[in-house]
């Protein structure tokens, strides 16, 4: 993942991708997915080329983005942390975790460290609900963290 | 002889560690110089009990589990290709009693076969309910669909025959088949659990819809949140097409279908059915007005039938063992099996696939075993963020689509979260129009409005500002959200809410107010 891109480059790779995908049926969020994986992020620049090239508005196209809690609008930083927000989780205590996390790293939600290590989010449900609470760092699952996988955690994103 | 050891690829068995002890396996397996095979299967759905490993032995299958990396070595020292005992040893996996008290339909094969390999799937009674339907009329594929009873899993709980003859009947030059795997619901796994450990049965139930709806194309939208899901489905369709079930002529007949997985977004609002197909067109996942219903009009204004996972895995069984053999199991108008997921606050948490009928009790206290933190239970909610919470003293209520809403309820996707005595159910109904206020996908105004105004509401009700008014409030504001939303996500949110202060109003009570300071 590179993030630091000129914007003549991240136009050259943008048109790759749709040129790749934009035959699908429903090509927008394939192509933003893609996106998202090459640069980590949607970058403003991206939309008017997607509207020009799906014949689009470029307000239909930053309405789709914005939509979905997934798109981020600028990088994360070089670890995801997802902590799982819902009731099956909250049975087991993941509002205690979550404050713990939160002390730990110092910083809140869809906040990002000032090393930029780590990015810390909400997640409504991982489905893994018999083996709560639940995380997940970097599309890497844990289920029943407590303070000792929490430390492997916190270890994984200091490195 | 080669010995086979499974060790579970599903995301729950690698959330607890199944990564590391198929690595420890592997070593030691190479170190001690052995012939054994490793296969990676799904989850058998018994959670506290995973990482799970089983060897194949000529008794049958032992279990062991929970097994961390560290127990590796002392397993194979121990006699662990032999199915010797052990502290970690279960028996044979079939006689574990929440296993054997089962009824296994649709998740048959889940956790027993490799479920990439689709000579596994074949081997056992893979792609013949599929071969049945190729040679039926679609017309009959229909009826034996309907007939069965089956209703859509997803939570709606529509009879899905229904829902096919509409599309059949529907002229177009396009028709398509859309399995919802947006499974946002809390304490549901069901879907997951499938495409993961049985990905075939969901491809060969989507072709079998094809063929009765006249359908030759399909999409599978999966949640961003569960990338094994995807990645596995993705690799199971590459297998499928290899092998000539999908493309242009489905296991050599007339008939061609196709697939294809799409990945969300991380949008609860998807998993309604419109709103999904907004966002399969690459839209704002913006709820539909109905009509035109989906059946007629849906992906790119084409016939879709859109069902859910389990209903569709549902299929094959009912096309293989015909509609009788499902419709006997069940009660009153809730025919054939239900896969129960015990989640949250409980002892043994897992999937229980069994017929309609047990009660709430049942499963929470015999199947469940009480909570694992070993305090009363207090509550249990059915049917994820938009379901009721269910005291004690309802727990007496059969697991089925109408006794569920005769007691203001609803099942769901059968997802069940078990809460001990420490949950503060005032908190509970504030989460559940909080969640509301972050998914509502904002089209229509009492549940995009009336969210934000609930949590407001309850957090007067919390600092104890005239209680007794804003308790009158909330259930106003519900009364407004349940009967003027477009969709079940303002419509349903109301359930957790009107239940928590119905069945528990000393958690609603006014707490005294902190004096201000002089």
Redesign the interface.
């Known amino acids: 993942m590179n993030i630091r891109v000129s914007a003549s480059d991240v136009a050259e790779r943008t048109l790759g991708i749709i040129r790749d995908l934009k035959h699908?049926?429903?090509?927008?969020?394939?192509i933003?997915?893609a996106i998202q994986a090459e640069f980590g992020y949607v970058p403003e620049e991206v939309k008017p080329l997607i509207a020009s090239e799906?014949n689009l508005s470029r307000a239909?196209v930053h309405?789709?983005v914005t939509?979905?809690?997934?798109?981020r609008d600028h990088p994360a930083g070089r670890h995801v942390l997802k902590l799982c927000r819902?009731?099956?989780?909250?049975?087991?205590g993941s509002d205690r975790l979550a404050d713990r996390v939160r002390q730990l790293l110092g910083i809140d939600f869809h906040q990002t460290t000032l090393d930029r290590a780590v990015t810390l989010e909400p997640?409504?449900?991982?489905?893994?609900?018999?083996?709560?609470p639940?995380a997940?760092l970097d599309?890497?699952?844990?289920?029943?963290v407590d303070e000792h996988c929490l430390s492997e955690i916190m270890a994984e994103v200091r490195q | 002889m080669t010995v086979t050891i499974y060790v579970p690829r599903d995301?729950?068995a690698?959330?607890?560690g199944a990564e590391k002890v198929a690595k420890a396996i592997t070593q030691e397996i190479v170190a001690r110089g052995l012939d054994v095979k490793v296969v990676r299967n799904g989850s058998r759905g018994m959670?506290?009990l995973?990482p799970l490993v089983e060897v194949e032995t000529d008794k049958g299958r032992i279990a062991y589990g929970p097994v961390k990396a560290g127990d590796v070595g002392g397993l194979f020292d121990n006699g662990l290709l032999d199915g010797a005992d052990h502290p970690l040893c279960l028996g044979l996996t079939e006689e574990i009693e929440f296993l054997r008290q089962q009824t296994r339909l649709t998740f048959a094969r889940c956790g027993i076969i490799d479920p990439l390999s689709i000579e596994d799937y074949r081997a056992h009674h893979g792609f013949a309910g599929l071969e049945k339907a190729i040679a039926m009329a679609s017309a009959d594929i229909v009826k034996q669909v309907t007939d069965s009873g089956l209703r859509g899993r997803g939570g709606a709980g529509f009879p899905t025959g229904i829902k096919w003859k509409t599309v059949m009947d529907a002229p177009a030059g396009q028709k398509y088949i859309v399995c919802n795997a947006d499974?946002?619901?809390?304490?549901?796994?069901a879907?997951?659990m499938i495409m993961e450990g049985d990905p075939f049965v969901l491809i060969e139930g989507m072709a079998i819809a094809g063929i009765a709806t006249g359908a030759t194309?399909g999409y599978v939208y999966i949640r961003?949140?569960?990338?094994?899901a995807i990645a596995t489905m993705r690799q199971a369709v590459e297998v499928a097409r290899a092998a000539g079930v999908l493309g242009q002529s489905v296991l050599g007949s007339q008939h061609s279908f196709d697939l294809?997985i799409?990945?969300?977004?991380?949008?609860?609002v998807c998993g309604e059915e419109t709103s999904l197909l907004n966002?399969?067109?690459?839209?704002?996942?913006?709820v539909r007005a109905k009509p035109p219903l989906p059946a007629l009009q849906g992906?790119?204004g084409q016939p879709t039938v859109v069902n859910n996972v389990i209903s569709l895995a549902s299929v094959p069984v009912i096309m293989d063992q015909g509609s009788e053999y499902y419709k006997n199991f069940g009660m009153g108008r809730s025919r054939g099996t239900i896969p129960i997921?015990?989640?949250?606050?409980?002892k043994h948490?897992?999937?229980f696939e069994t017929a309609f009928g047990l009660t709430l009790g049942e499963i929470v206290d015999r199947i469940g075993g009480g909570t694992?933190t070993g305090r009363p239970v207090k509550a249990v909610?059915v049917g994820?963020?938009l379901g009721a919470y269910f005291p004690r003293p309802l727990f007496d209520t059969p697991f089925d689509y109408e006794a569920f809403a005769a007691k203001d309820g609803l099942i769901g996707h059968a997802?069940i979260?078990?809460?001990?005595d420490s949950?503060d159910m005032l908190k509970?109904a504030r989460?559940a129009m909080e969640?509301c206020a972050?998914?509502s996908?904002g089209k229509c105004t009492p549940c995009r409005i009336g969210s934000t105004r609930g949590v407001e509401t309850a957090d007067k009700i919390m600092a104890g500002i005239e209680p007794e008014k804003n308790k009158a409030l909330l259930a106003d504001l519900c009364n407004t959200m349940k009967f003027g939303s477009l969709c079940a996500l303002g419509g349903f949110t109301p359930y957790p809410v009107m239940s928590a202060m119905n069945h528990f109003p000393e958690d609603f009570a006014p707490v005294p107010l902190i004096e201000a300071a002089e």
């Open positions: 699908l049926e429903g090509p927008m969020l394939p933003l997915h799906l239909e309405g789709v939509f979905y809690h997934e798109f819902a009731e099956a989780c909250q049975a087991m997640v409504f449900c991982l489905g893994l609900c018999a083996c709560a639940a997940m599309g890497e699952v844990y289920g029943r | 995301a729950a690698l959330a607890l959670f506290w995973e499974e946002g619901d809390s304490a549901t796994f879907d997951r194309k961003s949140e569960y990338p094994h294809g799409r990945s969300g977004a991380g949008a609860y966002s399969l067109e690459g839209k704002r996942g913006i992906f790119l997921q015990i989640a949250g606050n409980v948490g897992g999937l694992a909610q994820g963020p997802g979260t078990v809460f001990d949950a509970q989460f969640f972050i998914e996908c």
